[in-house]
Every structure is written in C-alpha cells, then in structure tokens.
C-alpha cells in the first residue's frame, strides 16, 4: 500500500494575510505535486469557504477542517503530518503595525516541518535566498532552498556573511591588521567547498555563491528584496543552544521583505 502523500498546510484565520499565505500555499502545492490541507482552529469555520476559493489552482487537491483549542498548539500537532506549513505573517489578532503574530511566531519555533511565513508578493521569477553557514540545520535549509528553486525554475543565491567578529572556542576578534582580502578569498572557497555537493544534486539549479562582509540578517535582507523567498535555519552558528528560534531567523520573520522559510 502507498503511503500518503504528507500535504502542505496552510493556516486560516479569515485574515487578508492569512488568505495570501493559502495563495502561496496552493502554488506550493501544485509544484511538489501534493494535496493542500487548510486549517482554522477556532469558531469561524465559514472562512474556510474563502480560502478554498482563494486556493483554486487547477490540480491541487484541496482538505479542509475546522478545530477548537489553542491555535498555535494545534497547528504544531497538525505540523506533525505536513511537508511544510504556510502562514500569514500575522493574523487577526495582530494590531496596526504588528510585524509577525504570536501564532507564526511559535510554529516556527516548534513545528515539526519547515514553515514558511508570507508577506508581500514577490515576483515568480525572482531568485530564491539561501542563508549559508554551518549550523547544525544549515543542510536541512540548503535543501529546502534548493526544492524551492528547482521546482520554481529560478536562480538560487547562496549568501554567506562574515565579519570580524568570529565564535570558535571562544568569541575572538581578527587582528587590526588581519588580511581581509585573504580573509575574504577563504571565505569564497569555504562556500564553493560547501556548495560542491550540492551542485551535483541540483545540476538544473543556477546555484550563485554570495560572499558579502556583513552581519547575517543585514546580509540576508540586503539579498532578500529583490527575492521571491528567503530561507534559513532555525538557528545560526551564532546562536547558543535551545528549542526556540535564533537571532537572525527571529529578525527575518519580524522584518523579512518576502516569505521567509525557516527550516529545522
């Protein structure tokens, strides 16, 4: 017996954002060839009907269900069966000027799938952004961005940033009169080294190594306005240990210019 296929989840709230996010969602889910689940969790299950309108993409296969409790909570344990889960930045909850909602905020953090927050509406044929380090969950992200950019046909920029500052045993700082040229060549090969492999897994993926010194979120936002999606890790090589988000992928969500993956 084949197993099921595990759908792309999109939460719905009946807000305008919510409804942009069902909208991503549903391309998402053509281009991987999988169902598309829609889920409200609270009382107002008509805002279904607007978000199944909303995700008419012709041969995607569309559920939908309604669930009472926690919305966070639920879509978490719904996130347990999804390939990937999409959100609206903020919802209905959200007040004038709330850049990202507590309910995306904590699916990020927790689910058990990549999770892919929407905001704005990105050109179809602008590249995809990959953050590039060696974090722990870096290869997870690096093939997520790669999917991404394979099943759009677009361009993946592969950015990696570095500064003076470095964290090796311990926090250390290059000398005043370390050799940045040098420091940046080695950077670049450190990339091409890391993204060889890769390479090789993705032949029709136009892979473009971006070496930029600078912090990573100014970096990676810098890259991103001009992309159609940012991905990253849950947590950079700067981040210390724990369940939740690291710094650079919290300050995308909050301040990202398009829809930002972040990948466990």
Same mark, same amino acid.
């Given at each position: 017996?084949?197993?099921?296929?595990?759908?792309?989840?999109?939460?719905?709230?009946?807000?305008?954002?919510?409804?942009?996010?069902?909208?991503?969602?549903?391309?998402?889910?053509?281009?991987?060839?999988?169902?598309?689940? #829609?889920?409200?969790?609270?009382?107002?299950?008509?805002?279904?009907?607007?978000?199944? *309108?909303?995700?008419?993409?012709?041969? &995607?296969?569309?559920?939908?269900?309604?669930?009472?409790?926690?919305?966070?909570? =639920?879509?978490?344990?719904?996130?347990?069966?999804? !390939?990937?889960?999409?959100?609206?930045?903020?919802?209905?909850?959200?007040?004038?000027?709330?850049?990202?909602?507590?309910? $995306?905020?904590?699916? $990020? $953090?927790?689910?058990?799938?990549?999770?892919?927050? &929407?905001?704005?509406?990105?050109?179809?044929?602008?590249?995809?952004?990959?953050?590039?380090?060696? !974090?722990?969950?870096?290869?997870?992200?690096?093939?997520?961005? #790669?999917?991404?950019?394979?099943?759009?046909?677009?361009?993946?920029?592969?950015?990696?940033?570095?500064?003076?500052?470095?964290?090796?045993?311990? %926090?250390?700082?290059?000398?005043?009169?370390?050799?940045?040229?040098?420091? +940046?060549? *080695?950077?670049? =090969?450190?990339? +091409?080294?890391?993204?060889?492999? %890769? =390479?090789?897994?993705?032949?029709?993926?136009? &892979?473009?190594?971006?070496?930029? =010194?600078?912090?990573?979120?100014?970096?990676?936002?810098?890259?991103?306005? *001009?992309?159609?999606?940012? /991905? /990253?890790? !849950?947590?950079?090589?700067? *981040?210390?240990?724990? &369940?939740? #988000?690291?710094?650079? !992928?919290?300050?995308?969500?909050?301040?990202?210019?398009?829809? /930002?993956?972040?990948?466990?």
């Amino acid at each position: 017996m084949a197993r099921e296929q595990k759908a792309v989840l999109a939460g719905v709230d009946g807000s305008a954002r919510a409804l942009d996010a069902v909208r991503w969602a549903a391309r998402d889910a053509a281009l991987r060839k999988r169902p598309l689940r #829609l889920i409200h969790v609270g009382e107002d299950a008509d805002c279904l009907a607007a978000a199944e *309108d909303a995700a008419a993409v012709p041969g &995607v296969e569309i559920r939908r269900g309604a669930r009472t409790g926690h919305p966070a909570q =639920r879509l978490i344990e719904e996130s347990a069966t999804a !390939s990937v889960v999409v959100l609206g930045s903020h919802g209905l909850g959200g007040f004038p000027g709330m850049l990202l909602g507590s309910v $995306a905020g904590a699916l $990020a $953090a927790h689910a058990h799938c990549p999770v892919v927050v &929407v905001r704005g509406a990105p050109s179809e044929d602008a590249p995809v952004v990959a953050g590039i380090d060696a !974090s722990p969950g870096g290869d997870a992200a690096l093939a997520f961005a #790669l999917d991404e950019a394979n099943l759009r046909r677009v361009p993946l920029l592969a950015v990696h940033t570095w500064t003076d500052m470095t964290m090796g045993e311990t %926090w250390s700082v290059l000398p005043i009169d370390a050799d940045y040229g040098a420091v +940046a060549e *080695d950077e670049r =090969r450190l990339l +091409a080294e890391r993204l060889a492999g %890769w =390479r090789e897994k993705y032949p029709d993926v136009d &892979v473009r190594p971006v070496v930029v =010194r600078d912090r990573p979120v100014r970096g990676l936002l810098t890259a991103g306005r *001009d992309a159609q999606l940012i /991905v /990253v890790g !849950s947590r950079g090589r700067a *981040d210390f240990g724990g &369940v939740g #988000l690291g710094s650079t !992928s919290q300050a995308l969500l909050h301040h990202g210019p398009c829809p /930002v993956a972040v990948v466990r």
